[in-house]
């Protein structure tokens, strides 16, 4: 059965480096997104992409993050500088299309920042 | 996006069925219902959706109100696999709404 993968399971970084979380989707989705989970809080969006252009962000997703697809198969999130409050597990998800269609998670990414 | 409420733990034993309920009582009439899970330690993972009429798939049945104020997920067998935090959602399927918007969930705990 196909499923999200992402890379890497694990990043620690410091305060202030920039990191860059993959996700490889789903082959023929169309439809890519970022969330994010503190521990022990809520499953947060963070933005949505769609034929090249974000779709939806929410306040979360400030100029500190962007995401890119740079080929046909990777959806990267961007962090340019990061706080000790982005610890958190970065999940990636696909879906086929919008609206009342399931999107598919990944396992994530738990990022830790020092 | 319309709220959702739905208790925080519930408990069950191994091989009896669930019921996981959810109150929607702003339902809008183009919100599909969606029902995640989250396992320990992993993403999301989709359960099952629908609109009026009630659903079933591999995994649930999903039963909906007649007047879709409210839903209840079932569990037909439970197993320990089944030990997650189950995710009631309503999305918008005419609009341009992408998002999921997770609540707090209901804790569900299987007992052997």
């Known amino acids: 059965e196909p499923e999200v993968t992402q890379t890497p399971s694990h990043q620690v970084t410091q305060m202030g480096q920039e990191v860059i979380l993959r996700c490889v989707p789903i082959s023929n989705h169309l439809y890519f997104y970022w969330y994010r989970q503190i521990l022990g809080q809520k499953v947060e969006f963070l933005v949505s992409f769609y034929n090249n252009e974000i779709s939806e962000k929410s306040e979360i997703f400030d100029d500190q993050f962007s995401v890119e697809r740079p080929d046909g198969s990777n959806f990267t999130l961007k962090i340019r500088s990061t706080k000790l409050e982005d610890s958190a597990m970065y999940f990636c998800?696909?879906?086929?299309?919008?609206?009342?269609?399931?999107?598919?998670f990944g396992p994530g990414t738990r990022l830790t920042v020092t | 996006d319309a709220k959702t409420t739905q208790p925080n733990s519930m408990e069950s034993n191994e091989e009896e069925p669930v019921h996981l309920p959810c109150n929607h009582s702003?339902?809008?009439?183009?919100?599909?219902i969606h029902w995640y899970r989250q396992l320990p330690s992993q993403g999301p993972e989709y359960v099952i959706h629908?609109?009026?009429s009630n659903v079933n798939n591999r995994m649930a049945s999903l039963a909906i109100a007649e007047d879709r104020k409210s839903s209840t997920l079932i569990l037909h067998r439970a197993t320990l696999r089944d030990a997650a935090v189950y995710y009631c959602?309503?999305?918008?399927?005419?609009?341009?709404?992408?998002?999921?918007?997770f609540g707090k969930g209901t804790l569900l705990t299987v007992n052997p």
């Open positions: 702003t339902i809008s009439g183009t919100d599909y």
């Open positions: 959602i309503l999305r918008d399927g005419g609009g341009s709404n992408y998002k999921l918007t």
């Open positions: 629908g609109l009026t």
């Open positions: 998800a696909s879906s086929v299309l919008r609206g009342s269609y399931e999107q598919y």
